[in-house]
Structures are given as structure tokens and as C-alpha cells.
Nanobody
């Protein structure tokens, strides 16, 4: 079982930056693709970014390309989401997920483990 814990959320003004972290104690995490998703009130969960097991491949939603960067440090069992030039529409609960799979995974239903999420609020 892989337990994920997100941190780094908070309140920031538009144009600001935040870095989210997704950490786990399980060593198998190092071999799993990881993704970040977000869900705003009244909306469905949406894909944000994903990374393969060694960080060699990544994928981003069009709405965050050029602003967000996903990375991982397998020695620390941690995946990061650096968010720059934040906009009010980025406000949501951000969750990380891990998949018992290979490659870069963008589909919600392909992930097996989920964290509880961390709130990101961007004020205008």
C-alpha cells in the first residue's frame, strides 16, 4: 500500500508562486508514475501534470503549460509541482496520485493511490 501526503498549498495573490510536494514512505513509489490533479468546487477532477518513474518524461494540461513544472526526487520519495504565474482560475484542491503502471499517465481512472489533497487559493 502506498500512502501519499500533499503539502505546500495555501493562499497566494495572482501572479505568485507555490510549490506543492507529494511525499510517501513507501520505496515502491520510486517506480511508479505520478500525477497531479485538481478539483474546484462544483467541477470535476481534472488532470494537471504527470511524470514517469524516473522523471525523464512529463505531460501537462494545456492550461498550465509554461507555468507549472512537475519533478521528482526518488531519493526523497517526493514529487513536486512548482506553480508560477498563478491565476484565480487555478484555485482548487490539488491531489497527487501514483499508478502501478509505466509511462506517463494522464487519466484519472488509471491511478491506484491518492493523497487527501491540499487547498490552493489564488486571489485576484
Amino acid at each position: 500500500q502506498v500512502q501519499l501526503e500533499e503539502s505546500g498549498g495555501g493562499l497566494v495573490q495572482a501572479g505568485g508562486s507555490l510549490r506543492l510536494s507529494c511525499a510517501t514512505s513507501g520505496r515502491t513509489f520510486r517506480s511508479y508514475p505520478v500525477g497531479w490533479f485538481r478539483q474546484a468546487p462544483g467541477k470535476e477532477r481534472e488532470f494537471v501534470a504527470a511524470i514517469n518513474w524516473n522523471g525523464g518524461s512529463t505531460s501537462y494540461a494545456d492550461c498550465v503549460k509554461g507555468r507549472f513544472t512537475i519533478s521528482r526526487d526518488n531519493a526523497k520519495n517526493t514529487v513536486y509541482l512548482q506553480m508560477n504565474s498563478l491565476k484565480p482560475e487555478d484555485t482548487a484542491v490539488y491531489s497527487c496520485a501514483a499508478a502501478r503502471s509505466i509511462g506517463v499517465i494522464t487519466a484519472v481512472h488509471e491511478y491506484d493511490y491518492w493523497g487527501q489533497g491540499t487547498q490552493v487559493t489564488v486571489s485576484s
